[in-house]
């Protein structure tokens, strides 16, 4: 079982590289049984979506 630090240190590496299958699937348990790393999982994807919004394209 990971740890909440090991967890979110996985999430930001998520972002810049492919997770081992091994990887993914100790994150996926981890979430789904830690509401803080959950809820730090949703807000990093509506933060990315914010990101892609502002970034290239999108805004006219
Ligand atoms: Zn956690």
Redesign the pocket.
Known sequence: MM??KQ??ELMSQEQDRQLTFFERINLRI??LI?D??NN?RQQMSVLRDACKRFGSGGTP
């Open positions: 740890s909440c967890a979110t981890h979430v830690c803080a790393c730090y």
